[in-house]
């Protein structure tokens, strides 16, 4: 019951705010996402199923109720509905995601690059927390503002700027999100920055971050996950 209130809470709040989507507002009542690798027409989004085809079945998707796998590295698993799992979702600028935790996991450092997200924890306990982009003053240090979230709060991730949530209990967290994008993308940033392929240039890396190149040489070694 909790988790249905908080879904509903996330979805009427990111609907309310589509105007404002990074999204094209559409131009028809819907615009079901047609999957044709093949396809010789390429759009920004997707490719529109004939509206007398569709179904019921187009705006539909089950399985959220199902925690996901956390049983890795970073002890988290993002379960995303976007355009790719609903294509009922083309052309509408909103998109959910349910992130699940073990005691200490973490969704580490990432940016959405096409939407502003919405995330209320509905179990558990998150210190959540994301960066500026860079100070117009060079004096200046991108600034980090943080929370430690329980069930029922919510917190909000600018669009396009780098934040994470960590599980700072002993038992497992559950958070859903909403995003303003059918296909918000996701950038983790190590794993773009080190695992890259090819990869980035060590020299680069060695003075981008100015550590010796062994250490770039370490971390461009190492199997970066992906926790979607």
């Given amino acids: 019951m909790a988790i249905r209130f908080v879904l509903t809470i996330a979805i009427v709040t990111l609907a309310s705010s589509l105007a404002y989507a990074s999204d094209p507002s559409p131009l028809q009542d819907f615009c079901v996402a047609v999957d044709d690798a093949k396809a010789s027409v390429f759009v920004n989004g997707m490719i529109c199923k004939d509206p007398k085809m569709v179904t019921a079945d187009d705006f539909f998707f089950s399985g959220l109720n199902k925690p996901g796998n956390t049983s890795?590295?970073?002890?988290?698993?993002?379960?995303a509905v976007n355009v790719n799992q609903l294509p009922g979702l083309n052309t509408l600028g909103i998109s959910l995601v349910r992130i699940d935790y073990a005691p200490y996991g973490l969704n580490p450092p990432h940016t959405?690059?096409?939407?502003?997200?919405?995330?209320?924890?509905?179990?558990?306990?998150?210190?959540?927390?994301?960066?500026?982009?860079n100070p117009a003053n060079p004096n200046i240090k991108n600034k980090l503002f943080t929370k430690t979230l329980y069930p029922g709060d919510v917190f909000v991730f600018p669009e396009g700027l780098i934040h994470f949530q960590f599980n700072t209990g002993k038992t497992k967290a559950v958070?859903?999100?909403?995003?303003?994008?059918?296909?918000p993308g996701v950038i983790t940033i190590a794993n773009a920055v080190f695992g890259s392929n090819p990869p980035i240039p060590s020299d680069v890396l060695t003075k981008a971050f100015q550590v010796d190149k062994n250490v770039v040489k370490y971390l461009q070694g190492q199997f970066w996950l992906d926790n979607n």
Wanted: hydrophobic share 40%; aromatic share 8%.
């Fill in 175 to 183: 958070a859903f999100a909403g995003l303003s994008s059918q296909n």
């Fill in 72 to 79: 890795n590295p970073l002890g988290s698993r993002v379960t």
């Fill in 112 to 133: 959405h690059p096409r939407a502003t997200e919405i995330l209320a924890v509905v179990e558990g306990t998150l210190y959540v927390g994301f960066v500026t982009s």
